[in-house]
């Protein structure tokens, strides 16, 4: 999987504000919100935070992966956000999170989910990619290296 076939870059925020989990995950429903007809925020919202429930997405180094399943999406889609602050999101290493990229996919596909989170996982664990999308000047070279362009 690529990361150009689910997230675009209207839905790539440089240097955003957030001041609380909550708030972050507004930001991040909203920005899906805008590209969706049949689902709403508050739909999204509400899956992020019954997913947060169950345990912080926050999978450490300043990155965490706020996920969960929609029943009526058609096909998986993702945010990015960098925060210009990092806020406490209860991460695995207790360090505060500034990289939020944010998944939805479809209800019914439980294997595909997996993998695209596993495959997101995997590329944020390197140190050097996480550096290159603090370096990020903007929107756009933020979504230049996140798709690796």
Known sequence: MKFSEILFLQ????????????????LISKLIAQNLVDINYEQIFECFVSREKLGSTGIGHGVAIPHGRIENLSKPIAVFVRLQDAIDFEANDNQPVDLFFALLVPGQDENKYLEILSEIAEKFSHRSFREQLRQAK???????VLVGS
């Open 138 to 144: 903007d929107d756009e070279e933020l979504y230049k």
């Open 11 to 26: 839905n790539v925020v440089n240097n955003a504000h957030a001041d609380s989990k909550k708030s972050i995950l507004e």
